[in-house]
């Protein structure tokens, strides 16, 4: 992945982001790369999840991630390469999860919790590349990888990534995004 180097962040009032935020060695990394990941985790969340989305204030941050308690990892190929990270404190975990499982309550992140939460990343990435293709970029997805603890750090080809925070009534989760435009 080359450096992305952040030109200015600047966001509309209806959670989409404006047309160019990315300066890519000289080239420009289109909103159109990341918009559909905002729209797929807005969506996603809001059908399981029975709740509202608000979008906090986009970021940078550079390679290794701090990551929360739980870590969903899916990588991106095809015409756009890279990776995508959720994060999200075990607390939110265990209500998505519930949530995903029909379930009044999960008190533990045991294998059928992971396997949901590990499920809504790749709904989300998945919604998200549908939406791409629909743009005519294609890509595929790695399966989607979690980590799991405290402190945990999460290192990638990638050397920065955009954050996207995100709050619900279940909790708080930051989607980082790191894309790399293969078809320039």
């Not at 600047?10 to 060695?25: C, D, M, T």
């Not at 080239?27 to 709740?51: D, Y």
Request: aromatic share 6%; hydrophobic share 45%.
């Amino acid at each position: 992945c080359e450096m992305y180097f952040l030109s200015r962040i600047v966001e509309s009032g209806n959670n989409a982001i404006s047309p160019i935020l990315i300066i890519k060695g000289g080239g420009f990394l289109k909103a159109e790369f990341i918009n559909p990941f905002v729209g797929a985790a807005f969506n996603v969340i809001k059908t399981i999840g029975e709740t509202e989305v608000v979008k906090g204030e986009l970021g940078l941050t550079s390679s290794p991630i701090k990551g929360d308690e739980v870590n969903v990892v899916i990588g991106v190929t095809g015409d756009l390469t890279g990776q995508v990270i959720f994060c999200l404190s075990e607390k939110t975990a265990l209500a998505l999860a519930s949530k995903m499982l029909m379930e009044l309550s999960t008190d533990s992140l045991d294998e059928l919790a992971k396997s949901a939460v590990g499920e809504a990343g790749n709904m989300i990435i998945g919604n998200a590349v549908t939406a791409l293709g629909d743009k005519g970029f294609f890509c595929n997805l790695t399966p989607p990888a979690l980590f799991i603890g405290k402190d945990v750090l999460v290192s990638t080809k990638c050397p920065q990534f955009l954050i996207i925070p995100l709050q619900t009534k279940l909790g708080a989760l930051q989607i980082n995004v790191a894309l790399e435009d293969t078809m320039l």
